[in-house]
């Protein structure tokens, strides 16, 4: 079945990094587009980053663009937030998912403090 674990969640000062990982298992991750959403807290789910199943093209929402990269490595099967001079509103879980799709990981909790 397919399976997306989430790790390297934190908390941090506004400022600092932070790199998600998300392994995944059960389907052909190298066919898939992935990507990353986040909900703060009261807020709907929304869209961060997406990376195409090559790892060329990447996507990214204007909150965060320029300041979090995107990452893949299709022979170990894992997908990667890189997440630089975070910001107290960069604060949330974040998910990542299977683009386009219902499956989702467990998500992991970034808090950034000022």
């Known amino acids: 079945q397919v399976q997306l674990v989430e790790s390297g969640g934190g908390s941090v000062q506004a400022g600092g990094s932070l790199r998600l990982s998300c392994a995944a298992s059960?389907?052909?991750?190298?066919?898939?587009?992935m990507s990353w959403f986040r909900q703060a807290p009261g807020k709907e789910r929304e869209f961060v980053a997406r990376?195409?199943?090559?790892?060329?093209?990447?996507f990214y929402a204007d909150s965060v663009r320029g300041r979090f990269t995107i990452s893949r490595d299709n022979a170990r099967n894992v997908v990667y937030l890189r997440m630089n001079s975070l910001k107290v509103e960069d604060t949330a879980v974040y998910y990542c998912?299977?683009?386009?799709?219902?499956?989702w990981g467990q998500g992991t909790q970034v808090t950034v403090s000022s």
């Open positions: 998912n299977i683009w386009n799709s219902n499956y």
């Open positions: 059960g389907f052909t991750f190298s066919s898939a587009f």
């Open positions: 990376i195409t199943e090559s790892g060329v093209t990447r």
